[in-house]
């Protein structure tokens, strides 16, 4: 298939519609055609009805009807956390191309499900990430350059700067524990619902795709072996409420196992809150090798912008030459076409899904946990 064009139906936009909008920023791509299960609740529909109008493209709500009428060869796939492997699974199965939203999925036997899937049907698979922005791919071009030499260690800092409603401590003892799925829904308005579902999840489960992703590439796609972590509920009062972590820190062992140069990875991840800082969070890799280091900024290039009466939600910092949506279609494209690997496809996703679910296993025992490879 070498179509100048390729027609994508969106199925579910419950959480954001970054996703998609980042698909049809493509100009080979197309959405035609937004799709959900007719079972799906009010506030769910009504998501998908406000996509579909600002596309001018119909609503069906029939996933297995709109696959089959509307000759489509990509699924754009961004619905809430615990949907995501089922509906990219029948997206497989119908013989599309798939790009999902992250977490890969918030249990590990979806992911195994996905990826079984995903292998007997042929397709192509890529998960949503960050690895294409200017500072990551500079990185990326130094560390291959040999400039560093043999990498032997790799820390990201991952500090996401947005609230997750009343902090820490706001509210009475007496007061009911807030509802996770209730402060997801309200929180779509602002964009800050990246934990959409029934299941509460924390940082490490919501954001850890993106800085693992970065420690895949990075280092060549050296693999987690072990991971020892320590996490906590610091900042937000829904955290607390629903057991869930807003911080983290993980240490990984990579290649100990493998025979490769094993390399030491570290990771310190947080939802830390609007006021912490002016761009949308502290984002910085640490890079170590043999002959010299690397300290990246992921936010750059940027220009910071200040004036009177500023909104106070409005990002001070704002990033340049970001062509991240464009580079991550371009890379999902030439998979279709070239029979080449996705830059975080399904087993690099499943991978990510196995690491977060080790630490999360350390966090709880206190102990280092290896981690569950296919």
């Known amino acids: 298939m070498n179509r100048d064009v390729y027609r994508c139906a969106v199925l579910s936009v419950a959480k954001h519609a970054y996703v998609p909008r980042g698909v049809a920023a493509h100009p080979r791509c197309e959405l035609v055609v937004v799709a959900d299960d007719a079972s799906e609740p009010a506030w769910v529909h009504e998501r998908n009805q406000r996509l579909a109008d600002e596309f001018e493209v119909p609503y069906i709500r029939d996933v297995a009807r709109a696959l089959r009428e509307f000759d489509v060869q990509i699924a754009v796939v961004s619905p809430a956390a615990e949907r995501h492997c089922d509906l990219s699974i029948r997206a497989a199965q119908a013989g599309l191309h798939v790009v999902q939203d992250k977490p890969l999925s918030d249990r590990l036997s979806e992911c195994d499900r996905l990826v079984a899937a995903i292998d007997q049907a042929g397709v192509k698979f890529l998960m949503w990430n960050r690895n294409l922005l200017p500072a990551v791919c ?204 996705t830059i975080v496809d399904h087993h690099v996703g499943r991978a990510i899904a196995a690491t977060v679910e080790a630490a999360l296993a350390s966090s709880r025992t206190g102990q280092p946990v290896r981690v569950d490879h296919l």
């Open 138 to 341: 500079q990185a990326r071009d130094v560390i291959r350059s040999g400039a560093l030499g043999p990498l032997r260690a790799i820390h990201c800092d991952f500090y996401f700067s947005k609230d997750a409603g009343p902090p820490r401590g706001s509210r009475r003892a007496s007061d009911p524990p807030l509802d996770w799925l209730t402060h997801q829904i309200a929180a779509h308005a602002d964009g800050s619902d990246g934990g959409l579902g029934h299941t509460p999840l924390g940082e490490l489960q919501i954001e850890g795709i993106y800085p693992l992703a970065y420690l895949h590439m990075l280092t060549g796609g050296a693999k987690v072996e072990r991971v020892f972590a320590r996490t906590a509920s610091f900042f937000h009062q829904l955290n607390v409420d629903n057991h869930v972590d807003d911080l983290a820190t993980v240490t990984l062992e990579m290649n100990a196992d493998s025979g490769r140069r094993p390399i030491l990875g570290t990771l310190c991840i947080g939802r830390i809150g609007a006021a912490s800082h002016p761009d949308i969070g502290e984002i910085k890799l640490h890079v170590l090798g043999e002959n010299g280091a690397l300290v990246v900024c992921e936010s750059r290039p940027e220009v910071a912008v200040y004036y009177r009466q500023q909104p106070a939600a409005e990002f001070r910092h704002r990033r340049q030459a970001i062509d991240m949506d464009y580079l991550l279609m371009e890379n999902f494209l030439a998979a279709i076409e070239t029979g080449s690997p």
